[in-house]
Antibody, heavy 122, light 112 residues
Framework: EVQLVESGGGLVQPGGSLRLSCAAS????????MSWVRQAPGKGLEWVST????????YYADSVKGRFTISRDNSKNTLYLQMSSLRAEDTALYYC???????????????WGQGTLVTVSS | QSVLTQPPSVSEAPRQRVTISCSGS????????VNWYQQLPGKAPKLVIY?????PSGVSDRFSGSKSGTSASASLAISGLQSEDEADYYC???????????FGTGTAVTVL
């Protein structure tokens, strides 16, 4: 059974930094693209970032480009999101999501974690 | 700001059929696969349709998807509507111009 467990969320001041983690199990982690998707309170889903498999290519939404960095440690089956220069509008529930097709960029998310809440406020 | 447009809400009586539209452009729906996600209240999203019209294992066959590449639009249909289908539904696709995924604005389905 695929399991994705996010952690690292919390309250942070504007301009601060935070690192999210997503521990994966139940599949061959290194073969699947992984993504972060967020949802602000009462709002819709917003894609944040994706990291591919073989070449580690990364993709970012314009809203986080230059501030967030996605990475993965295939030896630990863990996905990360390093967030810096945080803004109030980054407040959201952050989901980790698994790509649906091995050795590809996605192209859909077939498993999701339960999310970790990030609140940016002074 | 979503680039895929969905109606904010749809409602129908039990056992009836609803259709949710998703309108995009040539850079997303027109050139890439469309996927649909269901989000029950307080829960994480769940994949219900992938590759435009395929059903993931375990998802009810009351769900179906279609796409018109020429009009850059897609639809999700739910037949035999049940109270457990009350949720928010999102379409999504890769966007070649943005070089990233885009989600639809989301549609709340209400069973009357």
């Amino acid at each position: 059974e695929v399991q994705l467990v996010e952690s690292g969320g919390g309250l942070v001041q504007p301009g601060g930094s935070l690192r999210l983690s997503c521990a994966a199990s139940g599949f061959t982690f290194s073969r699947y693209a992984m993504s972060w998707v967020r949802q602000a309170p009462g709002k819709g889903l917003e894609w944040v970032s994706t990291i591919s498999t073989r070449d580690g290519s990364t993709y970012y939404a314009d809203s986080v480009k230059g501030r967030f960095t996605i990475s993965r440690d295939n030896s630990k089956n863990t996905l990360y999101l390093q967030m810096s220069s945080l803004r109030a509008e980054d407040t959201a529930l952050y989901y980790c999501a698994k790509g649906g097709v091995a050795d590809s960029y996605g192209p859909y998310f077939d498993n999701w974690g339960q999310g970790t809440l990030v609140t940016v406020s002074s | 700001q979503s680039v895929l447009t969905q109606p904010p809400s749809v409602s129908e009586a039990p056992r009836q059929r609803v259709t949710i539209s998703c309108s995009g452009s040539s850079s997303n729906i027109g050139n890439n696969v469309v996927n649909w996600y269901q989000q029950l209240p307080g829960k994480a999203p769940k994949l219900v349709i992938y590759y435009d019209s395929l059903l993931p294992s375990g998802v009810s066959d009351r769900f179906s998807g279609s796409k018109s590449g020429t009009s850059a639009s897609a639809s999700l249909a739910i037949s035999g509507l049940q109270s457990e289908d009350e949720a928010d539904y999102y379409c999504a696709a890769w966007d070649d111009s943005l070089n990233g995924y885009v989600f639809g604005t989301g549609t709340a389905v209400t069973v009357l």
